[in-house]
């Protein structure tokens, strides 16, 4: 497609429950991203793709969240065992990497919500 | 550790009026980057800045960085209501062989008749 898309655009789900999240990245974009965003705040990174690269891992706020990257093209972020502070709009991005401009391109967000 | 700062956080303007929004980064980077979100959307890329001393403008908008002062402007000129919503400025972290953007926590631009 000509941008990045992600699904479900809005999940609500109960306290406990595993949700998984995906992002279909801009096709040749080699570089992945996954930023959290809570209400009214900033971006808080999450994890990092690029290429065949091991990820960077560095933000996942717990080992709760993983996320992975099949075929160099579509990641999914998964949440297990969903807490209410892990509701926020989940907000993937894609790059041709810092070979290029290193620019992000966002999708839209997966609104979540935990009750 | 890098760490972005946007300063001010909250803005209101007149229309007509003149601003900047500055933002701050605390290590070395050669990379710096500005996005603009609307309630309820995602960000949407305003300017790529590259090198010292780079300045882009659209509109009325326009930005500038300065890598030794580690800083970068982004000035508004003669705000019109079309301009309100957040923006925020990235930084990417040079001492990474590939680049992770560190967000600041973004300046809420509210422009008034």
């Known amino acids: 497609g000509a941008g990045v898309s992600q699904s479900p655009s809005n999940k609500v789900t109960e306290k406990g429950k595993d949700v998984e999240l995906r992002c279909d990245p801009i096709?040749?974009?080699?570089?992945l991203y996954w930023y959290r965003q809570s209400l009214g705040q900033g971006l808080e990174f999450l994890i990092y793709?690029?290429?065949?690269?091991?990820?960077?891992k560095s933000g996942l706020p717990s080992d709760r969240f993983s996320a992975e990257r099949t075929g160099g093209s579509v990641s999914t972020l998964t949440i297990q065992r969903t807490q209410q502070e892990d509701s926020a709009v989940y907000l993937c991005?894609?790059?041709?990497?810092?070979?290029?401009?290193?620019?992000?391109?966002f999708g839209e967000g997966s609104r979540l919500t935990v009750l | 550790e890098l760490k972005v700062e946007q300063n001010p956080l909250f803005l209101s303007m007149q229309e007509g009026k003149n601003y900047t929004i500055y933002c701050n980064y605390s290590?070395?980077?050669?990379?710096l980057y500005w996005y603009r979100q609307d309630p309820g959307k995602s960000l949407e890329s305003l300017f790529v800045?590259?090198?010292?001393?780079a300045v882009k403008q659209e509109g009325r908008l326009m930005a500038s960085l300065d890598t030794k002062a580690r800083l970068s402007t982004l000035h508004i000129t003669a705000a019109v209501h079309d301009l309100s919503a957040t923006y925020f400025c990235?930084?990417?972290?040079?001492?990474?062989?590939?680049?992770?953007?560190?967000f600041g926590k973004g300046t809420k631009l509210s422009v008034k008749p």
């Open positions: 991005a894609s790059s041709k990497g810092r070979v290029d401009t290193g620019e992000l391109f």
């Open positions: 096709s040749g974009h080699t570089a």
């Open positions: 793709f690029q290429g065949n690269s091991a990820p960077d």
């Open positions: 290590t070395t980077s050669d990379r």
């Open positions: 800045l590259l090198s010292n001393g």
């Open positions: 990235a930084v990417d972290e040079a001492w990474r062989s590939q680049g992770n953007l560190i």
